[in-house]
């Protein structure tokens, strides 16, 4: 973990929702994996908020890391922010692999994004499903390769018994306001789909709040099944929905 400054060079907006960050920066750039992300401060120092931001990267371009970010919040270019990184470990993908799944419901897929091109290039075909919140993505910018589909509340969308069979590797982002409730809904979905859910099929992918980034402050922590548990800083941000508590939810 170091801590780095790095340059805002551009803004590009994708809707009124999304905007991207070109940062100029030459840390991490030829480290970062898609599951990675950052812990940002702005700088000069603003306490507002008060712990660092959590930044999720979306790829490299033109020597630039992007970030994706809300589109409510203002950021010129020429502005200086920390960065502490890398947190998380990289997307533990299989080593055969045709077709994978990122499902986002009722949040930004921003901590999804990185991984299409790295699966594009390696010919791995990718479904992006939007539910909820999720639908207000913007998917234009995407590469025309990706099939995107708009899920209702209940996640339902066209083809999905299809979908959910053909994929090797499921990722899924939720709303933060309660994860382990929404991945646990996301759990019997997919169960009440397969016969059987395989260890290393379906990953939820956290973005619990952050303060070290490190393993110190244990604010990260998720309960395991049995008495194990998993710190998302260091174990994540991607853990195994077959090793969570999610049976009750
Ligand atoms: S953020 Fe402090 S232990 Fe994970």
Redesign the pocket.
């Known amino acids: 973990m170091k801590e780095v400054r790095a340059i805002i060079e551009r803004v590009t907006r994708l809707n009124e929702h999304y905007q991207r960050l070109h940062l100029t920066i030459e840390d991490f750039i030829t480290e970062i994996k898609p599951g990675h992300s950052l812990l940002v401060r702005r700088l000069p120092e603003r306490w507002d908020p008060y712990l660092r931001e959590h930044w999720w990267p979306v790829g490299i371009q033109g020597g630039a890391l992007v970030i994706e970010r809300p589109g409510n919040i203002i950021y010129e270019p020429g502005e200086v922010v920390s960065l502490l990184g890398l947190?998380g470990q990289p997307f533990r993908w299989k080593r055969t692999l045709r077709h994978v799944l990122l499902l986002a419901y009722d949040c930004a897929p921003t901590p999804l994004i990185m991984s299409i091109p790295a699966l594009l290039s390696n010919s791995v075909s990718v479904t992006l499903v939007l539910s909820g919140s999720a639908a207000l993505y913007p998917t234009k910018h995407l590469p025309p390769e990706v099939e995107v589909f708009q899920a209702d509340d209940q996640l339902a969308w066209p083809n999905r018994v299809m979908s959910v069979g053909w994929a090797d590797q499921v990722f899924a982002v939720v709303n933060a306001d309660d994860e382990l409730k929404h991945f646990g809904m996301v759990w019997k979905i997919f169960s009440g789909l397969r016969s059987e859910i395989p260890k290393t099929y379906l990953y939820g992918v956290f973005q619990?709040?952050?303060?070290?980034?490190?393993?110190?402050?244990?604010?990260?922590?998720v309960a395991q099944k049995g008495s194990e548990s998993s710190?998302?800083?260091?174990d994540g941000p991607a853990l195994d929905m077959t090793t969570l508590p999610l049976e009750s939810s």
């Open positions: 947190v619990a709040i952050q303060p070290c980034g490190v393993g110190a402050c244990q604010a990260c922590l710190l998302i800083c260091l």
